[in-house]
């Protein structure tokens, strides 16, 4: 992927498709587009030829744009259900997800940007919840800015008023991983890094993290000791071979 197809690939959330050349997936999100079921079925889309591979390769999520007016006037509850069930599948894809914003993201293009594992940004980034009807759209970005520090004052702003969030306390707040001039060069350095890890084993130690905040030490006792047995029995497999 290259800089320019970053700023080029604004058309709806409804592009999913494989580079050739590779084995990684690439999404494009455009946040003024409003949530539809289109957005949603790309999403999944990418997700079941992710799932298909059994975590070879990578998912790159491009992600810029924020709505604007009666974005949500025409939405039904089965529409956003059906939206945040897609993003709940990228976020515990069998691979890993790199996300690369540019811009203002808002919208679809904020969900999406949340749900993945890395996510760089170029200095124009602001982070926006939108408002419509006097309120900020209540959907589980909210949810997922809560999780990175409810009393953070630059979350708190955006959840109830809608202020959007500057790249520097995206930074700070570690909603975003890194800012980049040079999108390539991040990415793949980042792609780098991320290739390291399996994408099935990837996705269990990301689970293991996530369940790590609503779980006790005795609950989660259990589960992580089947991944460290997993971890082993792999380990004295590629000792014998």
Not at 63 to 80: E, H, K, R, Y
Not at 86 to 96: H, V, Y
Not at 186 to 215: C, F, H, K, W, Y
Request: glycine share 10%; net charge negative; charged share 20%.
């Amino acid at each position: 992927m290259t800089e320019n197809q970053m700023k080029n690939g604004k058309s709806a959330a409804k592009t999913a498709d494989v580079q050739p050349g590779d084995e990684d997936l690439l999404l494009r999100i455009d946040g003024s587009q409003p949530l539809s079921l289109e957005a949603a079925a790309a999403v999944n889309a990418v997700c079941d030829t992710a799932e298909d591979r059994g975590g070879r390769g990578k998912v790159i999520v491009q992600v810029s744009g924020a709505p604007t007016g009666n974005w949500a006037g025409d939405l039904t509850v089965s529409q956003v259900s059906k939206w945040e069930r897609a993003l709940r599948r990228l976020e515990r894809l069998p691979a890993s997800t790199l996300a690369v914003a540019d811009g203002d993201c808002g919208g679809i293009a904020l969900d999406a940007l949340l749900a993945t594992d890395y996510r760089i940004a170029t200095g124009t980034v602001r982070l926006t919840v939108p408002v419509g009807d006097g309120a900020t759209w209540p959907g589980m970005a909210l949810y997922r800015l809560a999780q990175h520090g409810s009393g953070a004052a630059a979350i708190r702003r955006a959840v109830l008023f809608g202020t959007p969030i500057g790249v520097a306390d995206a930074l700070a707040l570690h909603l975003v991983d890194e800012l980049a001039d040079d999108l390539d060069s991040a990415l793949a350095n980042a792609s780098l890094r991320a290739g390291a890890v399996p994408g099935t084993e990837l996705a269990i130690r990301r689970q293991l993290m996530l369940d790590a905040a609503t779980t006790s030490f005795e609950e989660a006792l259990g589960v992580h000791l089947a991944a460290c047995d997993r971890a082993l029995r792999r380990a004295s497999v590629g000792a014998a071979s």
